[in-house]
């Protein structure tokens, strides 16, 4: 017996709202609310449910019967296939709106946390190729579109260099031109596509777990320098050295070509040896006269110009007068630790990442920053009582944690040794008002300020002042 189609249609809704994960939302005549993946608020549609939950549904728009003025032409050809810049058909000013209020909406409403006078989002002055890091994947069997599965034609051209359709791990979308990065970043990608084909150099397929080409990264400076890293799957010396001499010499602007021979089950890299074929294993990210080094394994924030909007923001929300010690929690490459450092006594900076940590004392070193030490390890494990002993208990905190937010632990011990002021830099305030709940007792929230990094996108980074209640 077939199984009943639970999944529902309605018609003419009016879409009302945007949500978290960049969904918009509609109301069904039951009153459950609608997820919708497709529409912005103000449109009127017609809605196929995917999915029912006991208070909500998941949708698709089918038909759209009203436009919202909120609507703009999106510049990709891929929008909508990619899932990358799921926002790129809301105006910008809009996109700002709803990112605030989900902030404002996650502190207030899950967080419980009582706001002072919440200051205006701050928006990107460039809102397309803002990304300084980009990676794309080869794959010899690409995702096809609609038309080219209706049309009924063998399609023999399936070699793509591009981006992983959401949530399947082994289609990859061609991509022609993306809006995200910086020149030459397109004619990189489309120039190295077009050179593998032409010299049969195999794309990689992941199913089979053969071929050779697997992932392109990019990655460009506002010092105007350029890594590109190939990772290639088998290694074939000849076709290997023939096709990284065509990108050096095709594009001489290339600072940095290097490589890595994976033949793992994953492509990450960071277990794997980088080599670098020409020029410097390095490129360098400037800040205030900071020089960052960044290779091929280093995190560094993909908006360089917000990063440094973010920083400052995160330093001014600090206070710091010259006589206080600075713990900098999930310090990463130390980037916040040594932008904070000349104001501070000393910067205590912390972070899970060997890696990051070596490049944190590297860069420091070449800065001629002497008063920030860095320790290596799992946050809660590393920041005890003990910790705090020998290092000086802290007149400021900043913390700067993954999306998950902080571990209980970390914010119990935050609690047991209660600095005067917490800085707290969050990518999910979601999670951040979880944090803020927990150090509400103690802690009142003084500024808050809504930084967006990723334009076109639905995720917003947040910064939170908190002082000591007395």
Not at 365 to 370: A, E, F, G, K, M
Not at 388 to 394: A, D, F
Request: net charge neutral.
């Amino acid at each position: 017996m077939a199984r009943k189609n639970k999944n529902k249609e309605f018609k003419n809704l009016e879409v009302i709202d945007a949500g978290a994960k960049g969904k918009s939302i509609a109301k069904a005549p039951d009153g459950k609310v609608i997820f919708i993946g497709n529409a912005v608020p103000g449109d009127v549609v017609d809605v196929q449910t995917t999915k029912k939950k006991r208070a909500f549904y998941e949708g698709t728009a089918t038909k759209i019967h009203e436009f919202s003025d909120k609507r703009v032409e999106p510049p990709c050809i891929h929008f909508s296939v990619c899932g990358g810049c799921k926002w790129q058909f809301m105006g910008y000013e809009h996109q700002l709106f709803y990112k605030q209020k989900e902030v404002t909406n996650n502190l207030t409403r899950l967080g419980k946390i009582e706001l002072p006078e919440v200051t205006p989002i701050l928006g990107s002055k460039e809102i397309y190729f803002y990304r300084n890091k980009m990676e794309f994947s080869f794959s010899d069997s690409r995702w096809l579109t609609q038309e080219e599965i209706q049309s009924g034609k063998d399609i023999q051209d399936r070699n793509a260099l591009g981006f992983h359709i959401p949530g399947m791990w082994d289609k990859i979308l061609d991509i022609k031109e993306c809006h995200l990065q910086q020149a030459p970043s397109n004619g990189i990608r489309n120039g190295i596509k077009q050179f593998a084909i032409k010299n049969n150099i195999p794309f990689f397929n992941t199913r089979d777990q053969k071929g050779m080409l697997r992932t392109l990264m990019i990655r460009t400076s506002s010092t105007g320098e350029i890594m590109v890293l190939l990772q290639f799957f088998e290694d074939n010396k000849a076709q290997r050295e023939l096709l990284l001499n065509f990108v050096a010499e095709e594009f001489p602007e290339i600072t940095s070509l290097q490589y890595v021979i994976n033949s793992k089950g994953n492509d990450t890299i960071y277990d794997q040896e980088v080599i670098c074929y020409k020029g410097q294993d390095h490129i360098f990210e400037e800040m205030e006269g900071l020089k960052f080094k960044i290779n091929a394994k280093s995190f560094y924030q993909t908006n360089s110009a917000q990063a440094y909007e973010l920083y400052k923001i995160t330093r001014d929300f600090a206070g710091l007068t010259g006589d206080e010690v600075v713990y900098d929690l999930y310090t990463g490459t130390g980037t916040i630790a040594q932008f904070v450092a000349a104001k501070a006594k000393k910067v205590i900076g912390v972070e899970a990442v060997p890696e990051a940590i070596e490049d944190a004392k590297q860069n420091a070193r070449n800065n001629n920053i002497t008063n920030t030490e860095f320790y290596v390890g799992d946050m809660k494990k590393v920041f005890t009582s003990e910790f705090v002993k020998i290092h000086g208990e802290p007149d400021v905190l900043i913390t700067d944690p993954p999306r998950d937010g902080m571990h209980k632990d970390v914010v119990a011990q935050i609690i047991g040794i209660l600095p005067q002021r917490i800085v707290y830099v969050s990518c999910n305030s979601a999670t951040q008002a979880r944090d803020l709940a927990l150090l509400d007792e103690h802690y009142k929230v003084t500024r808050t300020q809504a930084v967006d990094m990723f334009p076109q996108t639905f995720h917003v980074e947040n910064v939170v002042c908190l002082e000591r209640r007395q």
